[in-house]
């Protein structure tokens, strides 16, 4: 009997977590649409729609996952990255990843760009020092303000900076 306790606790408590974790996850629906800024001669887009983004260069498709808010932090979680855009980044660089120029995950995206290196000639480590500068699926957190036609992301990842991005209509 205490066994059967213990599990129905255990389940009360897993209830709970995922509960009070899905109450505390939101998205601030201002931010659903399309932002764009030109830096540097590069159009950077982010779409957001509910809960959901995707990041484009130039048009073309980058990274997609999911983010959040709270109060006024955004957190990006990317979870997918595009071969095509990825691709052509890399071949400016002279590696040629031989990417499908499709959605892959970024374990996937992992295991054919280390493979792409080490058949160029790349050591194990310097392939796996590559793959984790280049192939980043950390969690992006930005203060962010928006209003109808802005929105202003600050990023402290190489020290302060914000970049506007203006709604596209």
């Known amino acids: ?35 764009y800024d030109v830096i540097e001669g590069t159009e950077i887009e982010f779409i957001f729609l509910n809960g959901n983004f995707e990041e484009k260069f130039n048009g073309q498709s980058f990274r997609r996952g999911t983010f959040t808010t709270n109060s006024r932090e955004l957190t990006i ?16 660089a002279g590696i040629d990843l ?31 020092e590559f793959v984790q500068l280049v192939v980043s699926h950390d969690d992006l957190t930005y203060q962010y303000s928006v209003d109808s036609n802005s929105l202003i992301l600050v990023s402290t990842l190489m020290g302060e900076s914000f970049t506007v991005f203006l709604k596209r209509r």
């Open 1 to 35: 009997m205490l066994t059967k306790i213990k599990l129905l606790g255990f389940f009360v408590f897993l209830f709970g977590i995922i509960t009070v974790g899905n109450i505390e996850a939101q998205t601030d629906n201002r931010l659903n649409g399309s932002w």
């Open 98 to 128: 031989g990417l499908d120029s499709k959605w892959h995950t970024f374990n996937e995206a992992i295991i054919a760009i280390r493979s792409a290196l080490l058949r160029m000639g790349f050591s194990e480590r310097e392939a796996n």
């Open 77 to 92: 979680h990317p979870t997918y990255i595009h071969g095509g855009v990825f691709n052509n980044m890399m071949n400016l």
